[in-house]
C-alpha cells in the first residue's frame, strides 16, 4: 500500500522558532510537494521538487525553505516561525520526474500552532 | 486567470440523497487536466479522478459519477445514495499544460451526511 508518512500530526511551536516538517514517501516518487490548507483558500503549493537536492518555489514560498536530500525524504522548514504560518501543512508525491499531470499522493497533514 | 471555483462552501443532506459538487474552471490552455480529490476527517486527501481536456465522457465509478462540459467550464461531481461514509471535504482542481503543471485548486466543498 502505497504510503505518505508526515512526522507530526500535530505541532505547538512559538514565535522566532525553527521548525521542520518532515515527510518520507515509500512509493519511489521523484516528485514531491508542499502545501498550505487554509480554510476558504484551498491549498497553496508552497515548495516542490522533481529529483534530489532539487526545489522550486510554489506560489507562497516566503517565509519557508525546503530540503530534499534523499528522493524518499521531503523537508519543510520555517526558519522564524511566524503566527500567520499556523496552518495544516499537507506533503504529497507523485510518479515522474518533472513537470507530470499524474495524480498526487497526500499524506495526513501536520496541523501547525504558532504561538 | 487560471482558477477553480467550488462556490458550495459546505452542503448538508440527509442519507441516500443524491448530490452534486459544483466545480468551475478558467483556464486560457487547450490542453488541462482535471481532478477531483475526498479529504475526509482524517485529512489526507484520497484521489477519485482525472479527466482530460479531450475526453468529454462522463464516468460513472458505483455510486460516484462526473459531468465534464467545456461549453461551461464545468466538471461536477454526483454522488448517488449518499452515505455518512461520504462526508469529507471535497477538492476540484486544475493543471493547465502551460507553465509547470502546477496544480490549482479550488477552495473545497464540505459534505456532512446526516443519517
Known amino acids: 500500500d502505497v504510503k505518505v508518512t508526515q512526522s507530526s500530526r500535530y505541532l505547538v511551536k512559538r514565535t522566532g522558532e525553527k521548525v521542520f516538517l518532515e515527510c518520507v514517501q515509500d512509493?519511489?516518487?521523484?516528485?514531491m510537494f508542499w502545501y498550505r490548507q487554509d480554510p476558504g483558500l484551498g491549498l497553496r503549493l508552497i515548495y516542490f521538487?522533481?529529483?534530489?537536492?532539487?526545489?522550486e518555489k510554489g506560489d507562497i514560498p516566503e517565509g519557508y525553505s525546503v530540503s530534499r536530500e534523499k528522493k524518499e525524504r521531503f523537508s519543510l522548514i520555517l526558519e522564524s516561525a511566524s503566527t500567520n504560518q499556523t496552518s495544516m501543512y499537507l506533503c504529497?508525491?507523485?510518479?515522474?520526474?518533472?513537470?507530470?499531470?499524474?495524480?498526487?499522493?497526500f499524506g495526513p497533514g501536520t496541523r501547525l500552532t504558532v504561538l | 486567470a487560471q482558477k477553480v471555483t467550488q462556490a458550495q462552501t459546505e452542503i448538508s443532506v440527509v442519507e441516500k440523497e443524491d448530490v452534486t459538487l459544483d466545480c468551475v474552471y478558467e483556464?486560457?490552455?487547450?490542453?488541462?487536466?482535471l481532478f477531483w480529490y475526498k479529504q475526509p476527517p482524517s485529512g489526507e486527501l484520497v484521489f477519485l479522478i482525472r479527466?482530460?481536456?479531450?475526453?468529454?465522457q462522463n464516468e460513472i465509478s458505483g455510486r460516484y459519477s462526473w459531468n465534464f462540459q467545456k461549453s461551461t467550464s464545468s466538471f461536477n461531481f454526483t454522488i448517488t445514495a449518499s452515505q455518512v461514509v461520504d462526508s469529507a471535504v471535497y477538492f476540484c482542481?486544475?493543471?493547465?499544460?502551460?507553465?509547470?503543471?502546477?496544480?490549482?485548486f479550488g477552495t473545497g466543498t464540505r459534505l456532512k451526511v446526516l443519517a
Open positions: 504529497a508525491s507523485s510518479l515522474g520526474s518533472g513537470p507530470s499531470y499524474n495524480e498526487q499522493f
Open positions: 512509493m519511489d516518487h521523484e516528485n
Open positions: 521538487s522533481y529529483d534530489v537536492k532539487m526545489k
Open positions: 483556464t486560457r490552455d487547450t490542453t488541462y487536466y
Open positions: 479527466r482530460n481536456s479531450f475526453d468529454e
Open positions: 482542481a486544475l493543471i493547465p499544460t502551460s507553465g509547470t503543471y502546477k496544480y490549482i
